[in-house]
Nanobody, 114 residues
Framework: QVQLVESGGGVVQAGGSLRLACVVSGSILRINAMGWHRQVPGKQRELVASITSSGRTNYADSVKGRFTISRDNAKFTVYLQMDSLKPEDTAVYYC????????WGQGTQVFVST
């Protein structure tokens, strides 16, 4: 059984920073891509950032230059450093790992106040 547990969400003022972490556990030998998505009520879940096992990254245009995704392969952990946060970054953030199927974490709420 594969489990993803996110942490690090919270309330922050605009311009502030948060760091999310997602630990993957279970019967896993290797993880290729890892990613972060976010969702606000009434909208589709959207990709925020992804990273391959070799460290290649991809970002949504809305977060480029402000967010940084990284990973620790030995710890099966992926991070999302979020800087210069804006109110429009408010959402529930989900960790995602595609293995034999897509696995998702339970989500962590990020609220950015004006």
């Amino acid at each position: 059984q594969v489990q993803l547990v996110e942490s690090g969400g919270g309330v922050v003022q605009a311009g502030g920073s948060l760091r999310l972490a997602c630990v993957v556990s279970g019967s896993i030998l290797r993880i290729n891509a890892m990613g972060w998505h976010r969702q606000v009520p009434g909208k589709q879940r959207e990709l925020v950032a992804s990273i391959t096992s070799s460290g290649r990254t991809n970002y949504a245009d809305s977060v480029k230059g402000r967010f940084t995704i990284s990973r620790d392969n030995a710890k099966f952990t992926v991070y999302l450093q979020m800087d210069s946060l804006k109110p429009e970054d408010t959402a529930v953030y989900y960790c995602n790992v595609p293995l034999e199927r897509n696995y998702w974490g339970q989500g962590t709420q990020v609220f950015v106040s004006t």
